[in-house]
DNA sequence: AATCTCATTTCAAACGATTGCATCATTAAA
DNA sequence: TTTAATGATGCAATCGTTTGAAATGAGATT
């Protein structure tokens, strides 16, 4: 299998020089007459020579890559942001390590084990559901190597964040069912232990507290497409409410298969809103009017952060995409 | 930033041994004292030692990294394969590399030299539009790297592929078409230059000659959502035809959009049917009937023939993953 | 002729882990 | 008492690249 390389040495010995007079020659370094450059480079050339990365890297002790961690590559979501984030890490001469934690804090931490090993330079993470102790995050930043959070962030400070405005998001959401005149809401959430779902959920009723209080909000917390449509189902077949507000694109699919085998009209029998990435909601009829949180533009924001750390910044911060309002004809 | 590693050095250091013994110690060989590896293995525990894989990677010349180099991450088809991938790699050891190649032939091929440079022991690839050129890979293959072809494979023998049922997949779908008795098909496909659309065509056009010369099939080959939607509102305008094939989820998403702007019911004024990997036809109501081609299933198939080749297996082989048909309400 | 430049080139020591072989004791066998 | 065997440890080379310092040789200076 492993077929034998080119090495300074084979190229040193060809030629009948040293080494170092190869790799120098390589780098064009001023010490090198230019007869033996050109001897050397050519031979590299003809011998598609390149230098191997592993002894490259055992001397500078620098990888080069950057790892992403997140619960699941199979997301609408998530896709967007690791596709932004490879796009940059390429323009600027990083490789990216995927893996996933399928949400399960063993593997999370097996995993950030392996990209330790790996010797990447930095992660981009989103936790898992059952994450709870931030101190394997805490000890790779410790070790030189710059952690920034996002989507699913941790709940303490000493981390870069890059984090959707979640409370902003829900707010708008909360806002613009209010200005429709909508009293009977039903507002999901997803799972009631991630501080994305606490933002949203602690903003979302709060505006309803205080801007309309005679409104008539349920909450539930299904976490996923199916468990929204059973809880849907259930729940239209006493009264329909006259809004639903879906704090992710899997709720709002979950929402629209019961709303559809309801017979329910959007928007007249019932409005829809949520929040997504940008595809789901588009592809209903109407199509369904969400807050959108850009998995891409928070990519690209995650890596500015990243790049920033790598180059020495020492800072912490925080980052926070806004969200916009991107009507549809389901409020 | 980059924080003093331990080393078999320091460690050596502090005991008062030498190196070699450290080494020996921590890896249980019988020639040490069961004393000393008591002591050694407390200190490195306590000091949380790690070999340093840079030094381990440059003995042993091997990164137990695998890579992938798609069009694009943001695409429900590739993220469920680079899942499977993902997943099968970890329980095997190998990490997971990924690379865009935003179906630009440029990038696709610094890319492919980016994998090589960082030592991938295996590459997984879905070519870029404008590839025409085997040589990198074969190049790459050459080297000892094994290359596995999936959706969009070369045209070419001489690799290991792991395919839809392209053909069977179109054919499926032709005759479903058929047996339903509709007559008046618009059938739409991707990039007339993949190999995966080539198949498709060929498959569904053959079928529908030899099964039903008197259907009235109309070919175009829009690529994207916003080509099909605009392909399918200038046609609706004329003529709607009684039933529609989408080769692709992107095809299928305009083209349902076309049928609601048009305020056409499905399936009474119009059938559809697909090609998907899953998701997007069940979003819609009724459900798309779609010809199933499953990421995920591809990935673990293309898994192991990565894995039977890391092993020594040297046949090349092409694999096929059956395609099945998903009812929906749509035909 | 002796010294000094200067341009080139080579030496040798890293980086950190691994491993065949050599070197020690120590003890058993002759 | 000498030799051999055994157990435990250390030495030194290796993987391939890089780089400070030393060496070489030719030409210029005194």
Redesign the interface.
Not at 52 to 55: D, E, L, V
Not at 95 to 100: K, L, P
């Given at each position: 299998?492993?077929?034998q390389?080119n090495t300074l040495k084979k190229l040193s010995e060809l030629l009948g020089i040293s080494i170092s007079t190869v790799s120098r020659a390589l780098k064009d370094h001023p010490d090198i007459s230019v007869k033996t450059k050109a001897r050397v480079k050519e031979l590299a050339s003809t011998l598609d020579y390149?230098p191997?990365?592993?002894?490259v890297?055992?001397r500078t002790?620098?990888?080069n890559?950057l790892g992403i961690l997140v619960p699941?590559?199979?997301?609408?979501f998530?896709?967007?942001f690791?596709?932004a984030v490879?796009?940059e890490a390429?323009k600027h001469g990083y490789?990216?390590?995927?893996?996933?934690s399928?949400d399960k804090l063993s593997?999370e931490i097996s995993?950030i084990n392996?990209?330790?090993?790996?010797?990447i330079m930095g992660l981009f993470v989103s936790i898992s559901i059952e994450t709870e102790d931030m101190t394997p995050f805490r000890k790779l930043q410790?070790?030189?190597v710059p952690v920034v959070f996002f989507d699913r962030v941790a709940e303490v400070s000493g981390f870069s964040k890059a984090c959707l405005a979640d409370e902003a998001a829900a707010q708008i959401a909360a806002k613009s069912i209010i200005e429709k005149g909508k009293k009977n809401v039903l507002a999901l959430f997803g799972h009631p232990h991630l501080s994305i779902t606490k933002l949203r959920y602690a903003s979302f009723k709060n505006y309803f507290d205080l801007h309309s209080k005679d409104s008539n909000v349920t909450y539930f917390f299904p976490e996923q497409a199916e468990a929204s449509r059973q809880l849907c189902s259930e729940i239209f077949k006493n009264k329909v409410p006259d809004s639903v507000f879906c704090m992710g694109d899997m709720i709002l699919?979950g929402v629209?298969h019961a709303v559809?085998e309801a017979k329910l009209k959007v928007p007249e029998d019932i409005s829809i809103i949520g929040i997504s990435n940008g595809l789901?909601p588009t592809?209903?009829?109407p199509k369904i009017t969400y807050v959108e949180t850009s998995g891409?533009k928070l990519g690209q924001l995650a890596f500015k952060q990243m790049y920033a750390s790598l180059k020495?910044n020492e800072e912490i911060e925080e980052v926070i995409l806004e969200s916009i309002l991107v009507e549809g004809g389901s409020l």
């Open positions: 299998m492993a077929i390389q390149e191997n990365n592993f002894a890297q055992l002790q620098q990888s890559v699941t590559i199979r997301n609408y998530y896709d967007f690791i596709s490879e796009e390429v490789s990216i390590m995927i893996m996933q399928c593997l995993n392996v990209l330790r090993r790996n010797k410790d070790s030189g699919i629209m559809h789901i592809l209903y009829n891409f020495g």
